[in-house]
């Protein structure tokens, strides 16, 4: 499975490093691809090189402006003219996908990824991974907004919210045919 995941790019705290090692493992372990940013600093190369440590394959999709921060070892590197370019192939590249804890940039891949299969424009599963409660807030916001009519299609549909990098990836393998 090819599994992209829109997390940060900073150096993180060990209660965010550690779950995404052990989830970045089990990716490796499982034989998938990861599709990520294609970035070699902070959490974004904390998952990549365990995912390559474990026998995972790394596809990375960086971007222009971001281009001196890409990894030199991905099995495959792209890289897009602008950040929109970049979802664009981040999402195309991948059959389902996971949030992990980020900053303006995660948020901004995860709200537009949400809106795209709001609209049927994709069916891939997402999955919200929240570390430590990190997206306690934004999953709160969602369910309101579901709760008060404002998604078109039941919560459960648009997204799955897991605690543990191994609830992600079992509901990805049970989820993806």
């Known amino acids: 499975m090819d599994i992209c995941v829109f997390l940060s790019a900073a150096e993180l705290d060990e209660r965010y490093t550690g779950p995404a090692r052990e989830f970045a493992e089990l990716i490796g372990k499982g034989g998938h691809t990861l599709v990520w940013g294609g970035s070699n600093v902070g959490l974004m190369k904390v998952v990549a090189d365990r995912v390559q440590a474990t026998g995972g394959r790394l596809v990375g999709v960086s971007v222009e402006f971001l281009q ?8 495959e590197m792209i890289i897009a003219a602008d950040l929109a370019e970049r979802k664009a192939q981040l999402l195309a590249r991948a059959d389902a996908v996971v949030v992990m804890v ?3 940039g995660t948020l901004d891949e995860a709200t537009d990824i949400l809106e795209l299969k709001k609209h049927g424009l994709h069916e891939k ?5 929240n570390t430590a409660g990190f997206y306690d807030g934004l999953r709160q916001q969602l369910e309101r907004m579901a709760a008060e009519g404002f998604l078109p299609r039941p919560l459960a549909e648009l997204i799955h919210f897991a605690d543990t990098g191994a609830d992600a990836l079992t509901y990805l393998e049970q989820t993806v045919a």
């Open 68 to 75: 001196n921060k890409a990894r030199d070892n991905a099995d």
């Open 102 to 104: 980020g900053g303006t």
């Open 125 to 129: 599963p997402i999955v919200l991974l």
